[in-house]
């Protein structure tokens, strides 16, 4: 019992002296103990029931002599599926750590978030005077969606693919949608989407090579916008010639 009281007291004693510095030295501020501990906890995204429209980042990452060898604009979104149900995160681009390595014919780009909650990584090959991602690996771990649920890491890969080919000197983009099954219960989505490795003039873009996605929301209304105006003027042409026909026969008799 001696000992819990002069433990108490002690205690007490070391919380008045601190008060009393505080009172007496200016510029010094107690934290409360429920803030003391903040920075210590583990970074975790939270799922979302409902879908929004992720913000978009641009990841660039530099060779050792200060070149940039890759470069991505795009927002990501995180799908997963849990017990028949489905959840979003999207990504905060100002939480993102790149990192990663350039090569001669290969060169690695990984965004990671604090804590490893999350990750990100594409691989880029360069096969003549092509490149494209040729593996694509992802990674998340979550907080739990309900109370009783356990911590659940969930992640997946692409591998030997040939993903967002462009020529030498050229960017990848996509305004529409690109959703990858990386797992069974993990999807990514990348929207919208513009990337390019090894050869960057300057930092920038270069010359933007379209997805099959967009081509066809651009090409196709205009095929079939003009296949109705042509089937329109064949019908035209051919009653104007019918009654063109049925004129002269009225003549002759």
Not at 29 to 37: F, G, I, R, T
Not at 170 to 185: A, D, I, K, T
Not at 191 to 216: I, K, N, R
Request: glycine share 8%.
């Amino acid at each position: 019992m001696s000992f819990i009281s002069t433990t108490m007291l002690n205690g007490h004693t070391g919380v008045c002296l601190l008060v009393l510095l505080a009172a007496l030295i200016p510029g010094i501020h107690l934290q409360p103990a429920s803030e003391m501990h903040s920075d210590s906890q583990v970074y975790q995204p939270v799922l979302q029931p409902s879908e929004t429209i992720p913000p978009i980042g641009t990841y660039t990452l530099k060779s050792s002599e200060g070149k940039p060898c890759i470069k991505a604009t795009m927002g990501v979104e995180y799908i997963v599926t849990e017990k028949q149900k489905t959840w979003y995160f999207n990504v905060d681009p100002s939480r993102v750590v790149i990192t990663g390595h350039c090569g001669k014919d290969s060169a690695v780009l990984s965004l990671q978030l604090p804590d490893n909650a999350a990750g990100l990584e594409f691989t880029f090959t360069k096969e003549k005077k092509r490149s494209y991602v040729s593996k694509l690996t992802a990674q998340l771990s979550p907080r739990p969606v309900c109370q009783k649920c356990g911590n659940e890491t969930y992640s997946g890969l692409l591998d030997h693919q040939k993903l967002f080919t462009a020529e030498d000197g050229s960017s990848f983009g996509c305004r529409s949608e690109n959703l990858l099954r990386v797992s069974s219960q993990l999807k990514i989505k990348l929207v919208p989407l513009q990337m390019q490795a090894f050869t960057l003039p300057s930092g920038q873009f270069g010359q933007m090579v379209e997805c099959w996605a967009d081509y066809s929301k651009d090409v196709i209304p205009i095929i079939i916008g003009a296949t109705v105006v042509g089937l329109i003027l064949i019908a035209m042409l051919t009653f104007l010639f019918i009654k063109d026909r049925r004129r002269q026969g009225y003549d002759r008799i």
